[in-house]
């Protein structure tokens, strides 16, 4: 777990994860518990889910992420695919948002992700109060689960269900969303009977605290939509006696996002963020060798467009869909060991471009249509490994290279998608891995 190649991707993977990143959730405590490789990135951009498909589950199953008028209200998301011969990439959601009387809504919300701490599952609750919505708008038991704009002004609870007490976490929600501006403002008690529940004799000194705020704009009719966000998570300070550790953490982030109907058939997405994380751990036993500061500064930019129509006259040219797109992002990395450990500087950047093409198929049923999708991602990684302690000063380049072949189909008048593609590792001809994904939506 020292070497530049391990530290720069367990760092830099909060990047990838983003949508799904959470507030603290105290695995950020203990070491990194699983080791990445440089192709790690490349994987998972090859892994996700085209942009069309993305764009019509919303980010459903994150709040901070979703879009305010274009989410799925009930459905299931899954991406599934190989990073090596006993290891898997693994990325579910699945939410259910169901109205209980004409100003009240519950939600279910599921998440199972990874990023650069730790592999995690979360099940969150939410119950919401919708009131001042317009005479005109559609009666929330008439929506069948969707909540269509315009909304009105919004208030209510969040919750993290787990059955280690000492891990629950609540939150207030306050908000409004209407014909087109939304606004959402979280704050979230993390860990909130921690202190008089846990079974280790831990105690927060500074208890942590998550502030969220979101505001989105719907204009041009509808066809763009603009998102924005900001999270703190407050600093945190944790007191273990078992291990006579004190941790001490502190995250930021703030980021933009816009997605554009550019004409009938056209979609583009343009997102971008920012994070900053300090971490501080401080061990009173004299041979841990536990004591440093951390801070970490991720970059993350991507654009994409998909040209359809999506899979629409089967077999005809008018149904093929042309993917292009473009991931960025670059990370720091500066600890500062105490107690013997060594400084140490990490940098890391990648630049992936892809080019994909969905060739309509003749389909078995009308029920159902058929896609054959050919794509290739092609980029640079470029790391930087500095140990003044031991002399060394690292840097590295690599050309990354993969090309995919799969097969999707679209089925239930498009609300169900499924896709199983195979890759291969241009740069080092090799298996590049295979992966699957479904959604459905109801």
């Avoid at 953490?249 to 056209?266: H, I």
Wanted: hydrophobic share 40%.
């Amino acid at each position: 777990m020292r070497t530049s190649t391990c530290c720069f991707v367990l760092a830099a993977l909060a990047v990838a994860a983003a949508p799904a990143r959470a507030q603290f959730r105290g695995d950020e405590v203990g070491p990194r518990s699983f080791e990445y490789n440089d192709e790690y990135f490349l994987n998972v951009f090859s892994y996700r889910q085209r942009l069309t498909h993305r764009w019509a589950w919303g980010e459903a199953a994150s709040p901070r992420w979703r879009w305010f008028w274009g989410d799925t209200a009930v459905g299931y998301d899954i991406t599934a695919g190989s990073l090596r011969s006993d290891e898997l990439y693994l990325r579910q959601q699945a939410i259910v948002r169901l109205p209980w009387s004409n100003h009240l809504t519950g939600e279910y919300r599921f998440v199972e992700d990874e990023d650069h701490d730790t592999r995690y599952r979360r099940n969150e609750v939410e119950v919401l109060v919708r009131l001042f919505r317009p005479a005109y708008a559609l009666p929330l038991l008439d929506t069948l689960g969707r909540t269509p704009p315009p909304d009105g002004l919004f208030f209510g609870g969040q919750g993290l269900l787990d059955a280690e007490k000492e891990h629950a976490d609540i939150g207030w929600i306050l908000g409004w969303r209407g014909e087109w501006l939304g606004l959402r403002l979280d704050l979230i008690q993390v860990d909130y009977w921690y202190n008089q529940k846990n079974k280790v004799g831990g105690e927060y000194e500074r208890e942590p605290l998550t502030f969220r705020a979101k505001a989105g704009a719907l204009l041009l009719e509808g066809d763009l939509e603009l998102l924005a966000w900001f999270q703190d998570d407050l600093p945190t300070t944790l007191r273990l006696p078992e291990d006579e550790l004190t941790f001490r953490f502190r995250r930021q982030e703030a980021g933009a996002a816009a997605r554009w109907r550019v004409a009938p058939g056209v979609r583009a997405d343009v997102q971008a963020s920012v994070e900053r994380t300090r971490k501080r751990r401080r061990s009173s036993e004299p041979l841990a060798n536990d004591d440093l500061d951390r801070e970490a500064v991720t970059v993350f930019a991507a654009g994409e467009v998909d040209v359809a129509p999506l899979l629409g006259e089967r077999s005809s040219r008018s149904s093929d869909v042309v993917l292009l797109g473009l991931h960025v992002h670059g990370f720091e990395e500066k600890t500062v060991g105490l107690a013997g450990a060594p400084d140490q500087t990490l940098r890391r950047g990648e630049a992936y471009a892809e080019v994909g093409y969905v060739l309509g198929l003749p389909t078995f049923h009308e029920d159902y249509q058929l896609g054959l999708r050919g794509q290739t991602q092609n980029g640079f990684i470029g790391l930087r490994d500095v140990r003044p302690a031991e002399g060394k000063h690292t840097v590295s380049q690599r050309f990354l290279s993969k090309i995919g072949l799969g097969l999707e189909m679209l089925f239930r008048e498009g609300l169900g998608v499924a896709f199983f593609q195979f890759t291969f590792r241009v740069d080092r001809l090799t298996f590049g891995g295979g992966n699957a994904q479904v959604m459905m939506r109801f």
